[in-house]
């Protein structure tokens, strides 16, 4: 079988895998070769169009996973979109666009990761976007009043701007509700690590109003360079290695499957794998690489025997509670319901003008913060817990860090100055989560809605994703595990009772109808309790799977292998409280130049 030869063979051309590859063939004397199973939808109107991104879940641009049961989600099987399309799942998610926070960066150069922390990392993140213009009038109501003016001079290839208006009323009660509770963000999270409230950024460019995504910043301007070839449609099942696996498998190309043919891509320097959280370790076991118990019970030959390999699988479990908004609130709740009127008005806003409400995904703000109003006793609680539970050194390689970063989130969990979870508002109703009396999503309701929205941004619980047979065309068993560690409940009870605490407080509480009235009886929360019984019924996840393809026990086993530690979500040995797609350009940004 005849094959090509290139420098460097890209497996993935998502969110980090196009971008890695813009840098990469920056250098005219190196080739550079994308393999992504999807292909091109810059032209899609479901992808244009920012608050059309839910009509793509489950169509040909989705992979459509799933999860197995959750026990501590009332046995449900969570979805877990995934973009199979250049520009992978920044084509399909909500835009939003929100730093890390300065201790999770720190913790990665804790866990050993050395010269990868708050200090290096925080240029790459603003090298990254080009920041949008804000008129110093709506600074202070866009929660950015402390704000220095020349925080925000940013100029990199993501295109960000406000989702929807900026000068919606929700940015400014968001901003005035935390400043009361003495939660403002005192200074700009993208270069000053704080707690508080802001207005997000969004991936939309500030000009035609459309989505930004990786393969719009990243290849658009570039896909006619000489030494970059990216093929679409093309699935990759295997990694090739040289025959002489010792003392180290050196891997020299990819087997992937291209318009029914099976064909063979050689690399003279590097193989990355971006293939996402999900799929990066199912391609390293089928290729024999990962637990060997795994890879011999679905008969596939151990390369090298790495027990990391899909194990310590992270996730984000996001849970919100609906609330019955004032008829005055502008909300997206007539798009949610398809009204046609609405739809046909929006359109023309959107085609004609460039704005309206197709501009946002619906999330407009955003917040940091450590568990509030826990008391002496939750506080005592907590520590309880936090001693109950703590990790044993383990001579595993694949374990050797977690008392490390059990040490690490408890800091984060006891110490009011770092966030444990973080917060959003919607101006709609929640279309997506389950409706805690059916298991499934409730049709749309009439009236106007505002969703306040909590995410646990450090759990402790760590799940797996393995290969369920030698057939690269079969999903991978996906089992998150949340809120398996006792911790994660407990902490996460916190947060979606402050929901309550946030929607009964002004001026927040003047845009939502009083009593409260949400959307669901189960949502009536008195308790810690009542809380979790909520939590198991609504929770779903906030698709930011990372972290289980490390590939490597050692920096020494590095450099003779694959490069699969080095980009993408697969391998944040602890990942950010922001969204992962705004981690990933950074990381190839720096990643390339080592």
């Known amino acids: 079988m005849s094959a090509e030869s290139f420098d460097f063979i890209i497996v993935g051309g998502g969110t980090a895998g196009i971008a890695l590859a813009s840098r990469l063939s920056e250098a005219a004397h190196q080739t550079v070769l994308v393999l992504e199973a999807g292909v091109d939808h810059n032209d899609d109107p479901r992808v244009k169009i920012p608050s059309f991104y839910m009509a793509l879940f489950g169509t040909d641009l989705d992979w459509g996973f799933k999860t197995v049961t959750q026990p501590k989600l009332n046995g449900r099987s969570i979805s877990l979109n995934q973009g199979k399309c250049l520009g992978g799942s920044s084509v399909m998610n909500a835009h939003v666009y929100a730093p890390p926070t300065k201790a999770i960066l720190d913790a990665w150069a804790e866990l050993g990761n050395v010269g ?43 295109q960000l701007s406000y989702p929807g208006s900026p000068s919606h009323s929700i940015h400014k009660i968001w901003a005035e509700t935390f400043d009361r509770k003495g939660y403002g963000m005192a200074s700009n999270p993208w270069v000053d690590a704080s707690v508080g409230a802001f207005s997000n950024f969004a991936s939309i460019d500030p000009v035609k109003r459309e989505r930004c995504h990786a393969a719009k910043a990243y290849y658009s301007s570039i896909q006619d360079r000489e030494n970059l070839h990216v093929i679409l449609n093309a699935s990759v099942n295997k990694i090739l290695f040289a025959d002489d696996v010792q003392p180290q498998p050196k891997a020299v190309g990819v087997q992937y499957e291209y318009e029914g043919k099976t064909k063979i891509a050689n690399a003279r320097k590097e193989i990355i794998i971006c293939a996402g959280a999900l799929q990066s370790p199912k391609l390293l076991e089928l290729s024999g690489i990962g637990k060997a118990d795994v890879l011999k019970r679905h008969n596939i030959g151990v390369i090298k025997d790495l027990p990391g390999v899909g194990e310590n699988l992270q996730d984000h479990p996001v849970c919100d509670i609906t609330f019955a908004a004032v008829d005055e609130m502008d909300t997206l709740d007539a798009l949610a319901r398809q009204e ?94 389950a409706d805690p009396e059916t298991g499934k999503p409730a049709p749309p309701q009439p009236g106007n809605h505002l969703t306040l929205v909590t995410i646990l941004a450090q759990p402790l619980s760590r799940g797996t994703v393995h290969i369920v047979s030698s057939d690269a065309a079969a999903a991978p068993e996906i089992d998150p595990r949340y809120l398996s560690h006792p911790l994660d409940m407990e902490v996460f ?101 080592l």
Request: charged residues 20%.
């Open 116 to 158: 990868w922390n708050w200090d290096t990392m925080a240029p790459y993140y603003t090298k990254a976007f080009t920041s949008p213009q804000t008129p110093h009038e709506l600074r202070k109501s866009l929660g950015m009043g402390n704000w220095s003016p020349d925080d925000m001079n940013a100029h990199g290839p993501v």
């Open 340 to 433: 046609p009127k609405a739809l046909e008005q929006a359109m023309i806003d959107f085609t004609q003008n460039h704005d309206g409400p197709l501009t946002t995904g619906g999330i407009q703000t955003y917040a940091y913060l450590p568990i509030i109003e826990f008391g002496k006793s939750g506080r005592e609680q907590l520590v309880k817990l936090l001693d109950e539970n703590r990790p044993a050194i383990s001579p595993k390689p694949n374990l050797a860090n977690t008392p490390i970063y059990y040490e690490i989130a408890e800091k984060t969990l006891l110490d009011p100055t770092k966030p444990s979870g973080a917060y959003l508002s919607v101006i709609s109703q929640n279309v997506i989560a």
């Open 493 to 593: 009870a916190h947060h979606v009772m402050y929901l309550r605490t946030l929607a009964s407080s002004a001026p927040l509480s003047e845009a939502i109808k009083q009593p409260l009235q949400p959307s669901t009886p189960l949502a009536h929360i008195t308790d810690l309790d009542a809380a979790k019984r909520y939590i198991a019924a609504r929770t779903i996840s906030m698709w930011h799977p990372a972290a289980p393809a490390r590939c490597c026990r050692s920096e020494s086993e590095a450099s003779s292998m694959l490069r699969c530690e080095s980009t993408g979500s697969g391998i944040f040995e602890s990942w950010t409280r922001a969204w992962c797609r705004c981690s990933r350009p950074a990381i190839y940004s720096r990643r390339s130049m």
